[in-house]
């Protein structure tokens, strides 16, 4: 059957080491599904290759059989254009060709033997199709056994066959506001997979979901922007759950798994022979000393119980006491690892308090552990109750200073400085000017003496006269000069040199 070619996958966290496998870059992302679901259209438009194209990397047909015969896998660059990564693309399962025997062999083969690992595991369903038949139920427990328990934590749900044109979303929107008891829509395809698979495979996680139509991707179709936007967010999410992945499966077939138990049967017939040699020792005294037993019953009697005692408790007690220490030393080794791990990735952290620029904020979402320096309050971390710096909003520069000056907010000022002006002087011309004046004078009378000065008998009379008019140059030492705008440079409301706009953030915790 097809569970005799069990393949097992384990958790890994640790460096990888398998042998001859391929250098295949990281992430990588296996996909996995029914017959008819689209595994190789969507692993080709990953790639960023049209799904109907003859050029495109992995094979696609339009008959009810699969295409797809072996487990293959491409390396290129995420939808064409972006960082280098693994897709594995694998046969559908049950389909009329009852090969499943021969594609589950040489499946296994290739993961183990080629691939190693993987950071992800993509169920594809057919958007069009929201009941697990038997076919799909009978796939699904296939790979659960092929792969273990564990495959469901690293799934993500994928949907074909959901077409984002205008006319589509508009067709399920109507729909829905007009039927909402009868809605499909995205919701209620994730309520009606998740309740399938918590209900048939006895499961307790909700699945992320994306909807990637991969013929979104064909012509005309990625002339639409439409479906493009869509395609680029639903794959924007796959990208992040697979890059993201801090573990990944490692691939071990039965044969890897019967040779450690070996190793560890080997290690407790070991001890079991160390624990029989102690025994026969002491069987061998006790026949040396059978002399003194004869005349001691009574500690022939003691020494038998005490055998009995060894031969049916401390046996299996020396046993289990070897397995817990063999687990306690698996358990410290973990630990130191975990630690030695912890204290590698501490070293990459900027301490509580780092303000940094940061250019992410149009297309990722704030890192972890940092905050917008924008003057909101800190709500986690030693800093919890202050509010971050408003660098923000007021647009300010970052200086050094002495901690006791550490938050401290300048204002615009400048430097007091002079200016050095030269003034040549200039000069008023007097073109000429006259002075107007009145001559008073006495006149003397007939029979008077003009020269008796006295008023009576001595009358006045006057004359006006004129200064002779004269010229002169006058100069003035002042100055006229102002000084006015700036020129040579950019002028603007503030003083700042050339610079780039950033968002200022904060380590909080």
Known sequence: TAFGYLLLVVFVQNSHSFGELEDLPDPRIIIVGATGAGKSSLANALLGCDPNSDDCLFQVCDSVDSCTKQTSYGVGQWLGTGKNFTVVDTPGFGDSDQEDDLLIQEMMDVLKNSVGYTNSILLLLNGQETRFNEALQSMLIQMSSLFG????????????????????IDDRNDFCTNYPSKCKDEAWFKREINDQLQE????????????????????????????????????????????????????????????????????????????????????????????????????????????????????????????????????LIHEEISQVMSEMTAMHLAPVGTVTGWLGGKSTELPSGWQLCDGSSIISGPMAGQNTPNLNGDSLFLRGAQPENAWNVEEDQIRQHGHSVVDPGHKHTDRGHTHVYTDYFNVAEESDNANDRTVGSDSTTHQTRFSDPGFGDLTIELTGITVSGVTGAAAGSETRPRNMAVEWIIKVE
């Open 149 to 168: 328990e564990q495959w469901w934590e690293f799934m993500t749900i994928g949907v074909s066959f959901w077409s984002y044109d205008q006319d589509a």
């Open 200 to 331: 048939k495979f006895h499961l307790k996680k909700n699945f992320t979901f994306v909807f990637t139509d991969s013929w979104s991707q064909t012509i005309p179709n990625n002339k639409d922007p439409v479906q493009q936007e869509h395609w680029k967010e639903e794959t924007e999410i796959l990208w992040d759950i697979m890059e993201s992945a801090e573990k990944e499966f490692e691939f071990k077939t039965i044969d890897d798994i019967l040779e450690e138990n070996a190793e560890m049967k080997n290690e407790i017939k070991w001890l079991n022979e160390i624990i029989a040699n102690n025994i026969s020792e002491l069987s061998k005294a006790i026949t040396q000393n059978g002399d003194t037993i004869s005349t001691v019953a009574s500690r022939v009697n003691l020494n038998e119980h005490a055998i009995n005692t060894i031969e049916d408790e401390t046996i299996p007690e020396l046993v289990q006491n070897v397995d817990g220490r063999i687990v306690q030393v698996e358990d």
